[in-house]
T-cell receptor
Framework: NAGVTQTPKFRILKIGQSMTLQCTQDMNHNYMYWYRQDPGMGLKLIYYSVGAGITDKGEVPNGYNVSRSTTEDFPLRLELAAPSQTSVYFC???????????FGQGTRLTVV | QKEVEQDPGPLSVPEGAIVSLNCTYSNSAFQYFMWYRQYSRKGPELLMYTYSSGNKEDGRFTAQVDKSSKYISLFIRDSQPSDSATYLCAMGNTGNQFYFGTGTSLTVIP
């Protein structure tokens, strides 16, 4: 099992560019999450999904979009990158809503 | 008021010391409590998971939950340099979201 895999590991974007952060899991988990982690701010939930075809906003969804066409994949889309989106992004998955979440290794994004 | 408060540290202790890490929270509906460990430039990994109040022990780690005080703790006995990491508390109720603390940075000095 690879667990939760995120790509890319690092990326530098210019203001206004768009990109997709990829996340895939091979544990057949129903729940998937996207978090951002800023220094001193902890993990903030951006979007989550409880199953294929179902997504919902978290605490900080503005500027992001997601889709969940399969159980395995949960990509995060940034349409117009802004410096405020400079952060480390973590994808996670879990079997249920209150069970252990498994995290990917993170994507370090810088917007200049 | 933040859902979860956690002292960011940093905390520096000598090898073999007992470490106490703490979080407070404001939502009395929280029932699920977790501690994650995060090494530098890595994703968080689950250390301890507890439901409702009480203690849970796993090797050198003990998690305590005091729902009446809205206070949770993680104790690390006989701390090792390999325990040097950031420790995140997380908690939630029957909804779909966990709330994370900001993390406490711990360094264990050999």
């Amino acid at each position: 099992n690879a667990g939760v895999t995120q790509t890319p590991k690092f990326r530098i974007l210019k203001i206004g560019q768009s990109m997709t952060l990829q996340c895939t899991q091979d544990m057949n988990h129903n729940y998937m999450y996207w978090y951002r982690q800023d220094p001193g701010m902890g993990l903030k939930l951006i979007y989550y999904s409880v199953g294929a075809g179902i997504t919902d906003k978290g605490e900080v969804p503005n500027g992001y979009n997601v889709s969940r066409s399969t159980t395995e994949d949960f990509p995060l889309r940034l349409e117009l990158a802004a410096p405020s989106q400079t952060s480390v992004y973590f994808c996670a998955s879990s079997y249920g809503s209150n069970t252990e979440a498994f995290f990917g290794q993170g994507t370090r994004l810088t917007v200049v | 008021q933040k859902e979860v408060e956690q002292d960011p540290g940093p905390l520096s202790v000598p090898e073999g010391a007992i470490v106490s890490l703490n979080c407070t929270y404001s939502n009395s509906a929280f029932q699920y409590f977790m501690w994650y460990r995060q090494y530098s430039r890595k994703g968080p990994e689950l250390l301890m998971y507890t439901y409702s109040s009480g203690n849970k022990e796993d090797g050198r780690f003990t998690a305590q939950v005091d729902k009446s005080s809205k206070y949770i703790s993680l104790f690390i006995r006989d701390s090792q340099p390999s325990d040097s990491a950031t420790y995140l508390c997380a908690m939630g109720n029957t909804g779909n979201q966990f709330y994370f603390g900001t993390g406490t940075s711990l360094t264990v000095i050999p």
